[in-house]
C-alpha cells in the first residue's frame, strides 16, 4: 500500500495487498465458512509479508482462526510445516509467494499426499502458467485474487486488444499480465494526450492521475490524487 508514497511520480495500475489479502480472508471466511486455514509467506519479500500479515489480521477479526508460518526458502522446514498443518486437518492454505516457492509448496504435498486448496495474490496464476506450464496439474482448483474475471467477457476494448494479441502471432500465451500491460499503456497515452507537443514528466503526472472510470481490459479504473488505482478485486480458480 506505500508504493506510491515514495514518490510524487510513481502511481499504480493495481489494488494494493491490502485490499487484495482483505477480499481473500473474507473470502473464505463469509463465502466458503472455513473456520481454520494455514498461511504460509516469504518472510524476505516485503510484498509477501503484507499480504499474510493482513490476511490473518481480518481472518482472525472475523472469527476464524490462521496458522502462520514464516518461510525461508528451506524445503526441509517447509515439508515440516506442511506435514503440520496435514495433521491439523487444514483444507485452506493462504500461499502469497512467488511463482517458484509456490511450485515448491505444491510438489511437497504431493509428495506427502496432502492436497489442500491453494490461496494466492494476483499475478501468480499467469506466471505460474507462463513458467510451469508441464506442472500445472499440481495446482489445480487453486484460488487467487486477479484484476479480471475468468467469467465475465471484456469489454469492447478489452476485445479489441485480444484481437490485437491473436494476430501478433505470440509465442507465449496471452495472461492477465498482457492485459494489464496493455492498460496501462492505454492509459499513459490517455494521459500524454493532454499535455500537447512537448509534454513534460509534471503534466502527464498531473494527467494520470486525473484518469477517472477508464474502461480497461474488463472493468472501470480510475487512478487517485495520490496515485492509488481504484478498481473491482475478483476471486478466480484454475
Same mark, same amino acid.
Given at each position: 500500500p506505500g508504493v506510491t508514497q515514495g514518490s510524487r511520480y510513481l502511481s499504480?495500475?493495481?489494488?494494493?495487498d491490502v485490499a487484495q489479502?482483505?477480499?481473500?480472508?473474507?473470502?473464505?471466511?463469509d463465502e466458503l465458512l472455513e473456520q481454520r486455514v494455514g498461511v504460509i509467506y516469504d518472510a524476505d519479500d516485503d510484498h509477501s509479508v503484507v499480504l499474510a500479515e493482513t490476511f490473518t489480521r481480518v481472518f482472525d477479526s472475523i472469527g476464524g482462526t490462521a496458522i502462520e508460518s514464516e518461510y525461508y526458502g528451506s524445503s526441509t522446514l517447509l515439508?515440516?510445516?506442511?506435514?503440520?498443518?496435514?495433521?491439523?486437518a487444514?483444507?485452506?492454505?493462504?500461499? @502469497?509467494?512467488?511463482?517458484?516457492?509456490?511450485?515448491r509448496t505444491a510438489v511437497i504435498c504431493r509428495e506427502i499426499d496432502y492436497n489442500p486448496t491453494f490461496v494466492s495474490s494476483d499475478g501468480l496464476q499467469a506466471n505460474l502458467l507462463l513458467n510451469y506450464p508441464d506442472k500445472i496439474d499440481l495446482v489445480q482448483g487453486m484460488i487467487a485474487t486477479d484484476p479480471f474475471s475468468s467469467d465475465d467477457p471484456p469489454s469492447t476494448y478489452g476485445k479489441l486488444i485480444a484481437e490485437q494479441f491473436d494476430r501478433s502471432n505470440f509465442d507465449i500465451q496471452g495472461t492477465v499480465l498482457s492485459a494489464l500491460g496493455a492498460e496501462g499503456t492505454s492509459i499513459l497515452m490517455a494521459a500524454t494526450e493532454h499535455c500537447g507537443n512537448? @509534454?513534460?514528466p509534471d503534466c502527464i503526472n498531473t494527467n494520470l492521475r486525473r484518469i477517472e472510470d477508464f474502461i480497461g481490459f474488463?472493468?472501470?479504473?480510475?487512478?487517485?490524487?495520490d496515485g492509488s488505482a481504484?478498481? @473491482?478485486?475478483y476471486i478466480n480458480r484454475i
Open positions: 499504480q495500475l493495481m489494488f494494493n489479502a482483505t477480499v481473500a480472508a473474507m473470502y473464505l471466511r515439508s515440516t510445516k506442511l506435514k503440520a498443518l496435514k495433521s491439523s487444514i483444507s485452506y492454505i493462504y500461499l @502469497p509467494v512467488n511463482d517458484d516457492y509456490f511450485m512537448r @509534454p513534460s474488463q472493468d472501470r479504473i480510475t487512478i487517485t490524487k481504484e478498481r @473491482p478485486i
